[in-house]
């Protein structure tokens, strides 16, 4: 089982930026799919990105051009850059990992603790 630990969350206004870290504690990383999700409460997780073990990478709609994702293979590490953050992308953001082409969060069985993005004025 691969542990992950996101970090980079917090409370940014209407239009700024953040950066989201996840951290695996496994030197295999590189072989695993990442995504992130958002969770709001009252509503099932949402993928926001994901990026494949080659690099490949796809955005949900509503964050595309918006939001990138990369990762670092030599730190274990995947990143999620936010820019032009709206209100509606208030949630809590979890990354998780599959060695699978899987796009449903019930697909993916490594999660993290996830980090709370709040974007309010």
């Known amino acids: 089982q691969v542990q992950l630990e996101e970090s980079g969350g917090g409370l940014v206004q209407p239009g700024g930026s953040l950066r989201l870290s996840c951290t695996a504690n496994t030197t295999w990383f590189s072989n695993y799919n990442v995504a992130w999700f958002r969770q709001v409460p009252g509503k099932q997780r949402q993928l926001v990105s994901f990026?494949?073990?080659?690099?490949?990478?796809m955005f949900g709609s509503s964050v595309k051009g918006r939001f990138t994702i990369s990762r670092d293979n030599a730190n274990n590490a995947v990143y999620l850059e936010m820019r032009s953050l709206e209100p509606e992308d208030t949630g809590v953001y979890y990354c998780?990992?599959?060695?699978?082409?899987?796009?449903?969060?019930?697909?993916?069985?490594?999660w993290g603790q996830g980090t709370q993005v709040t974007v309010s004025s």
């Open positions: 998780a990992c599959t060695d699978r082409l899987v796009f449903r969060a019930q697909d993916f069985a490594d």
């Open positions: 990026i494949t073990t080659t690099g490949g990478t």
